[in-house]
């Protein structure tokens, strides 16, 4: 069965560093969304894109934050400046259809982020 | 806002025992309701989803069940097994948010967690 796959499975950066968390949905998918889990927290929404641009996006997404999807099958979120509290398990999601509302998200394992 | 809530917070049954999950949410306009599993220091896999029009859905041993009007949903687990042991999540997808039309952010409860031991 098709899944999303994450890279890596765990980054530790020192505060203040740029980081890339790469995500490659499900080929045939096209809605794309990140989530982070801070340790012993619910799951929280950062942004969803469709057609090269951002959906929709949370109080989180600050401009620290940026996505992008670099060529046909990458999906990337990078945080510019990390701070101790960016300390988190992201997971990259993917659907066929964000619109409609009858597609499920499919998840990724998650890279853990560990800022230093 | 939309606040999801899963009760209870943990769960430790026997082997074979029938059990029912709960989630509830305070904002009934929703396009549809996921349930998940994690286990320890994974990602989430989809369980089961149902549309706002529906009422029930079945996979298996799992059976998930949806009262939008009252912000209501459960999940059965029927004769439940060891390898059954993990995180169970409900999730809600939102018609709007604060700025209009949403486009698939899902609203997480923070989990039951299942420890079914034989």
């Known amino acids: 069965e098709p899944e999303v796959t994450q890279t890596p499975s765990h980054q530790v950066t020192q505060m203040g560093q740029e980081v890339i968390l790469r995500c490659v949905p499900i080929s045939n998918h096209l809605y794309f969304y990140w989530y982070r889990q801070i340790l012993g927290q619910k799951v929280e929404f950062l942004v969803s894109?469709?057609?090269?641009?951002?959906?929709?996006k949370s109080e989180i997404f600050d401009d620290q934050f940026s996505v992008e999807r670099p060529d046909g099958s990458n999906f990337t979120l990078k945080i510019r400046s990390t701070k101790l509290e960016d300390s988190a398990m992201y997971f990259c999601?993917?659907?066929?259809?964000?619109?409609?509302?009858?597609?499920?998200?499919?998840f990724g394992d998650g890279t853990r982020l560990s800022i230093l | 806002k939309q606040e999801v809530t899963q009760i209870p917070a943990a769960l430790s049954v026997p082997e074979g025992e029938n059990l029912v999950l709960n989630c509830s949410f305070t904002d009934s306009a929703i396009y549809n309701l996921q349930w998940f599993r994690q286990d320890p220091g994974k990602g989430l896999t989809s369980l089961l989803l149902i549309q706002s029009s529906q009422r029930e859905q079945t996979s298996g041993r799992l059976n998930a069940s949806l009262d939008k009007s009252s912000g209501r949903s459960t999940l059965y687990i029927a004769a439940s097994q060891p390898g059954d042991s993990a995180t169970y999540l409900c999730?809600?997808?939102?018609?709007?948010?604060?700025?209009?039309?949403?486009?698939?952010?899902?609203?997480f409860g923070q989990g039951t967690i299942l420890t079914v031991h034989p």
């Open positions: 894109f469709y057609n090269n641009e951002i959906s929709e």
């Open positions: 999601a993917s659907s066929q259809r964000g619109l409609g509302g009858d597609q499920p998200q499919h």
């Open positions: 999730a809600v997808r939102q018609i709007t948010n604060a700025g209009g039309t949403s486009y698939g952010k899902l609203t």
